[in-house]
């Protein structure tokens, strides 16, 4: 594949440190995390370890608490060269790459420094956030078609809170130290006016986690149930105001979106590149099958796929961070559905091109193919996020 669009010295030697994480901690050990039976097995504390020596855990930490302050362009690209690696390690580092800038953004200083302080001295430290339960899960991406109410309730007591409930589907939900929660605080209006955001720390009486759920891909990631009993939270980890998560949610989130995308554009970079592999040494038909129009023409059009789901979610990154040149709200919904959209497709003629052979668990196509699909629903299932797109451009 060709080199992605770097700007700078700076994004030069951030990628060429990922791009050897990814060749020597990720690649080797991917294919035998993926094939554990257990989920929690394909999770992995040493790839963790070895990608904060690296400085990768703290790569979008402020300078000022010790990290590299990275903007969301470059975080993009580094989460794309992870995904070319294993869309799991991509996803674990992604969800904490952007939860640490959030938080730097949303919370109080008292807060910055408690949990940025700790997130920082602590090399297997991760982060998550938990938003959607069994009960609504589209129902937050397009609140106002759907005026459901969160069923996790927090209820004010003396110099705090009590949340009752539980979350599922939580990445890096068992495995990581600060979250943040999205929950009821107003009964009787729909979410997006009676929810609020609070910090939740790990071990906190009340707050335990429950089945970690087996997935069909994605699988170096894990994915888990929060489950809330009588879990007291103070008043100081209050987020913002109180009935005014979804602001957090609108206000803090703009690269969230870029960042799944790259996430599985990693995907379908890394099954072009084996498609293409494939079609320049398998001689069928007396030569190479490159050499068959059919085979070439679709290469062709798996690369426009990368190339143009790379400039998408590349401009929707840089808005993020440069809102005054253009932002425009659609962007912070649609690069994923692109992404997402087009790894499906890459992924499908990668398989195809590698006949028979693609089909055996060996090859490792099947694997892209299933963690292509996790982003299918993922961070919003695609018809939603037109939904959503569809209110932002048209009001409807
Ligand atoms: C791998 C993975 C990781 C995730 N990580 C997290 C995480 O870290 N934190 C978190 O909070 N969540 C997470 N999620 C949840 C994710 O963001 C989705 O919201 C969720 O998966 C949707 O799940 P659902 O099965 O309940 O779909 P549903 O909401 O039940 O949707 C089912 C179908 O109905 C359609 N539909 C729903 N509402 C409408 C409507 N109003 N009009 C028309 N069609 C509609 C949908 O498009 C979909 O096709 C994750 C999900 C996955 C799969």
Redesign the pocket.
Same mark, same amino acid.
């Given at each position: 594949m060709e080199e992605i669009f770097i700007q700078t010295e700076d994004q030069r030697a951030i990628l060429e440190t990922v791009k050897r994480f990814v060749d020597e901690e990720v690649r080797p050990r991917a294919a035998e995390l993926d094939a554990a039976d257990k989920p929690e097995d394909g999770f992995s504390w040493e790839i963790i370890e070895k990608s904060d020596e690296v400085g990768l855990r703290t790569l979008t930490l402020a300078e000022e608490y010790g990290g590299l302050g990275v903007d969301s362009l470059t975080t993009a690209m580094v989460i794309e060269e992870l995904g070319k690696g294993d869309l799991g390690i991509s996803?674990v580092m992604a969800?904490t790459l952007k939860l640490v800038q959030i938080f730097q953004k949303a919370t109080s200083p008292a807060q910055r420094e408690k949990y940025l302080t700790r997130f920082r001295d602590d090399p297997r430290h991760l982060m998550? +956030?938990? +938003? $959607?339960e069994?009960e609504n @899960? *589209?129902?937050?991406?397009?609140p106002h &078609?759907?005026k459901s109410s969160f069923t996790t309730f927090a209820e004010k007591v003396d110099g705090g809170w009590v949340i009752n409930g539980m #979350?599922h589907? +939580?990445?890096?939900?068992n495995v990581s130290g600060t979250y943040l929660l999205f929950v009821q605080t107003e009964k009787g209006v729909p979410l997006h006016e009676g929810s609020t955001c609070f910090i939740i720390e790990r071990g906190m009486d009340g707050f335990s986690i429950g089945r970690v759920h087996d #997935?069909m891909g994605?699988r170096l @990631?894990n !994915?888990a149930e929060l489950i809330f009993q009588d879990c007291f939270v103070p008043e100081e980890n209050l987020v913002g105001e109180v009935g005014k998560g979804f602001e957090v949610l609108a206000e803090f989130f703009p690269q969230s979106n870029a960042y799944a995308a790259a996430s599985v554009l990693g995907v379908g970079v890394a099954a072009y590149e084996r498609a293409l592999e494939w079609a320049r040494t398998r001689v069928q038909g007396g030569k190479v099958l490159i050499e068959h129009d059919g085979i070439a023409a679709d290469l062709a059009e798996m690369h426009m796929l990368c190339d143009v789901s790379r400039s998408y979610l590349h401009r929707a990154a840089w808005l993020a961070d440069h809102q005054e040149h253009g932002w425009d709200k659609s962007l912070g919904v649609l690069p994923k559905v692109m992404a997402s959209q087009a790894a499906w497709k890459i992924v499908t003629k990668t398989l195809e091109i590698h006949g028979g052979h693609g089909y055996m668990k060996e090859a490792g196509i099947e694997k892209l193919v299933r963690d292509a699909a @996790?982003f299918l629903? *993922?961070?919003?299932? !695609? &018809? $939603?996020l037109f939904?959503k797109a569809s209110g932002f451009l048209y009001g409807v």
């Open positions: 996803v969800q998550a +956030i938990g +938003i $959607t069994p @899960a *589209s129902n937050y991406f397009v &078609r759907a #979350k589907f +939580i990445s890096n939900g #997935k994605e @990631a !994915n @996790a629903h *993922s961070d919003g299932v !695609n &018809r $939603t939904l």
